[in-house]
């Protein structure tokens, strides 16, 4: 029973572990007989694994030992190569103390020259002449470099030239000369024509101002006044020993800033910009009010050469309002003094109005474009403040167009009252000179027809 159970145990065992092997055992003699070949295979697996071990670390002390001897080779070289760099340092050092000694007063020259070269290549890589000769300055790098440099020396021939090119830039500035050279047009578009170069201040081409950089000639994209660019265009088509008067700027050779700002300078429609919708507004007012102004001056002066004629004439004449004031007092000849006196009233009352017309307006449009010239102010403070508040105030251009607003409405406001002012006083003075000279004539009417009714009477 015993046996029985062991070997089912046995031969689960067998069929779990060996499944690939299709031979069964069909007996107990089979199965000890499978079992005793699995040893032997088992065994002999395990000794070759063993070996296998055994080999590998035989290998490894091999791989160990041969490491220690490349150490111990790498730190031979090592220290070899500290022995030479050692050595080495200390000849340069030798080599060092003799070149500084044998350049004497040599080092205070090549720091002169040093000196001067750094000088040259900031002035040749903005200059106008280098529009007309590019890349002279290239050179100059170099030179410097051997210069500060320990290794090597500048030899005769390039510091002859350093001389050279400093002698011909000061000889150019005061040359006037044309060369043919690429402009790159408003457009975009690059051309080649044409270029003056006057010295180092300015390059004009076809009647137009040209800038600069250091890299390529471009056409200005403002252009200074139309007196300036004749002149230009003038001077391109001048000959040889020519005398020219043009417009150059002195401040040329550092960079052009007196013709940027010149040519950024605002126009009359860009000023009038700046004061956005409140500076826009006092401009239709003014114009309003300008034209008011000059139609009643006109209709003004219509009226007081009439009534001056009137005066001269004794026909009356319904053209003007002294004629009609006669007429009224003709028509009313015979009643008594104080209903005549009434009537010729009311007929100067009549004219009155048309004689005074576009005063009150006038006075309102004074008195009201300096107060919107106040409200563009705040307004414009308003926008500076908001600048300051987003960008900072690191920035003043942030800040320009609140502050243009502010200034401009201000003046614009000024420009527009003073003005309306003037001409509210010029017309007002003018009315009542015409409303004195009636009421001058109608007293004088009631007390000529008192006389001749006296008269009458007597």
Request: no cysteine; proline share 3%.
């Amino acid at each position: 029973m015993r046996l029985g159970v062991v070997f089912a145990l046995v031969a689960g065992i067998l069929s779990t572990s060996a499944l690939a092997q299709p031979e069964r055992a069909q007996n107990l003699d089979q199965l000890l007989d499978m079992i005793k070949r699995s040893q032997i295979s088992e065994s002999a697996e395990h000794r070759q694994r063993e070996a296998e071990f055994a080999r590998n670390k035989a290998n490894q002390v091999a791989l160990v030992e041969q490491a220690k001897a490349t150490r111990a080779q790498l730190e031979e070289r090592a220290a070899e190569l500290e022995r030479i760099y050692t050595e080495q340092q200390l000849l340069v050092n030798s080599k060092k103390a003799q070149l500084s000694e044998r350049l004497g007063s040599m080092r205070e020259l090549f720091g002169h020259l040093t000196s001067t070269a750094g000088d040259l290549r900031g002035v040749l890589d903005t200059s106008l002449v280098s529009a007309q000769y590019p890349g002279r300055g290239d050179f100059l790098q170099a030179l410097i470099e051997k210069m500060n440099g320990s290794t090597q020396l500048p030899d005769i021939e390039e510091i002859e030239r350093l001389w050279y090119e400093a002698q011909r830039e000061m000889i150019e500035t005061g040359r006037v000369v044309a060369f043919s050279g690429p402009v790159v047009k408003i457009s975009g578009e690059t051309r080649k024509q044409e270029i003056v170069r006057i010295g180092a201040y300015n390059l004009v081409s076809e009647g137009h101002y040209l800038s600069y950089d250091g890299r390529k000639i471009e056409e200005l994209v403002r252009q200074p006044g139309d007196d300036l660019l004749a002149a230009a265009a003038e001077l391109q088509a001048a000959k040889s020993g020519t005398t020219v008067n043009i417009g150059i700027d002195p401040s040329g050779p550092r960079g052009g800033q007196l013709l940027s700002a010149l040519t950024q300078k605002p126009t009359f429609m860009e000023y009038l910009d700046q004061g956005g919708l409140v500076g826009w507004a006092i401009v239709w007012v003014g114009v309003f009010g300008l034209a008011l102004g000059v139609w009643r001056i006109y209709v003004l002066l219509t009226v007081s050469t009439k009534v001056h004629a009137q005066l001269n004439n004794p026909v009356a004449n319904p053209d003007n309002p002294l004629g009609r004031v006669l007429i009224m007092a003709e028509e009313n000849a015979a009643v008594d003094l104080e209903t005549l006196e009434l009537k010729l009233e009311e007929a100067v009352l009549r004219e009155r109005p048309a004689i005074e017309s576009g005063l009150s307006m006038m006075k309102i449009i004074a008195a009201v474009a300096p107060l919107l010239g106040l409200l563009g102010t705040v307004t414009g403070m308003i926008t500076t403040f908001q600048a300051i508040t987003i960008f900072g105030a690191g920035d003043a251009k942030n800040m320009a167009v609140g502050i243009s607003m502010a200034l401009v409405t201000t003046v614009q406001g000024l420009v527009v009252a003073i003005p309306m002012v003037l001409m509210h006083t010029l017309v007002n003075g003018r009315a009542k000179s015409v409303i004195h000279i009636l009421d001058e004539q109608s007293a004088g009417l009631v007390a000529e027809n008192a006389e001749r009714k006296a008269a009458a009477q007597a």
